[in-house]
């Protein structure tokens, strides 16, 4: 089987309500459009996988454990949904803490992983977030970037490369992708 093509989905901010350094699974808040954008997306056949930069674990401002309960909150919310993701992928690192990593978005680490797992076509991608960070994947990579203006989107917006896109949200972003890869995707079992 050849390989697919994917929407990598940065977490806070986009998936869910940003809250700075969210630590407690009861802040969990999906954005709104948030089901709706990932159900389309996984009945077009796109794998969705969440990378999520998680600095507050190297800067001490909770740990992994905390990280790790917020995720399974969320897991169990979309997986409730009907949307689990096909993969989620964490950065722990802080440069100024832990010094360089390839997976802390920029880098293309946690992407790498989840397109050997999960047998993903990276070039034809889509690298959906709310920081310039989470859509600069695509410039190296290939593929598509779309800055969301949830989150700290808004704050980058007049900062964002030539060729990537803009959107008000996930819902807003996912109608942009299946426009542009209307019919090119087919469903994976």
């Keep these: 089987m050849g390989l697919r093509p994917a929407v990598f989905v940065d977490r806070d901010g986009t998936i869910i309500e940003e809250r700075s350094y969210l630590a407690d699974p009861e802040g969990v808040s999906l954005v709104p459009g948030t089901v709706s954008a990932l159900s389309d997306l996984r009945a077009a056949g796109f794998p969705v996988v969440i990378v999520t930069n998680q600095s507050g674990i190297a800067l001490g401002l909770y740990e992994e454990r905390d990280y790790h309960a917020v995720a399974a909150r969320l897991a169990r919310v979309l997986d409730e949904a009907g949307v689990p993701p096909d993969g989620v992928q964490y950065c722990p690192h802080h440069p100024d803490v832990t010094g360089p990593c390839a997976c802390r978005k920029p880098g293309t680490g946690m992407h790498r992983a ?76």
């Design 114 to 189: 989840a397109a050997a797992d999960l047998g993903l076509d990276l070039a034809h991608s889509y690298y959906v977030g709310d920081k310039i960070t989470d859509v600069l994947p695509a410039l190296e990579l290939g593929g598509r970037g779309i800055l969301v203006r949830t989150g700290y989107g808004r704050d980058h917006e007049g900062d964002i490369p030539t060729g990537v896109g803009v959107a008000d949200d996930l819902r807003a972003a996912a109608d942009m992708i299946l426009a542009e890869d209307a019919g090119t995707v087919t469903e994976v079992d």
